[in-house]
C-alpha cells in the first residue's frame, strides 16, 4: 500500500509540474523584421529561394509593422503579376524581367527606409 501511495504521488507531482510549466509557458511568436524580408528578397535576386520558404515569409501578414505590410503586400503583388512558380523547381528565376527590376527597386527602397529608421 504504501508503495501504491508513493507512486501515486510522484505521478500527480510530475503531472501537476508538467500542467503548470505548459499554463505558464507563452504561444511562441514570429515576428517579420526588415532583415529578413532583405534577405528573403536577395535570395529571389539571387534564383536561389525556394517557393515555401517565399509564401512563409510574403503569405502571412505582418501585424506590428503596417509599412513591412504595405512591403509584404507589394511583393505579394509582384509574384502574382511577374511570377514564374512552376519554372523555381527547374532552377530558373521566381521573377520574370519586369518583376525582377521591380523587386529590386523594392528592396532598395526597404534597404534604404530601414538604414534611416535606425539612425
Known amino acids: 500500500m504504501a508503495l501504491y501511495l508513493l507512486v ?3 505521478c500527480v507531482l510530475v503531472i501537476g509540474a508538467v500542467l503548470l510549466v505548459l499554463m505558464n509557458a507563452g504561444t511562441p511568436r514570429y515576428r517579420t523584421e526588415p532583415k529578413d524580408l532583405i534577405t528573403l528578397f536577395d535570395k529571389a535576386l539571387e534564383s536561389s529561394v525556394s ?3 517565399w509564401n512563409a515569409l510574403i503569405g ?3 501585424r506590428h509593422d503596417e509599412y513591412l505590410d504595405n512591403i509584404r503586400r507589394r511583393a505579394s503583388h509582384l509574384m502574382d503579376t511577374h511570377g514564374r ?3 523555381i ?3 530558373k528565376p521566381l521573377l520574370n524581367q519586369e518583376g525582377y527590376a521591380e523587386l529590386k527597386a523594392l528592396r532598395d527602397h526597404l534597404a534604404a527606409h530601414t538604414a534611416l529608421r535606425q539612425r
Open 85 to 87: 512558380r512552376w519554372q
Open 60 to 62: 502571412y501578414p505582418i
Open 51 to 53: 517557393e515555401t520558404e
Open 89 to 91: 523547381a527547374q532552377g
Open 8 to 10: 501515486l504521488g510522484v
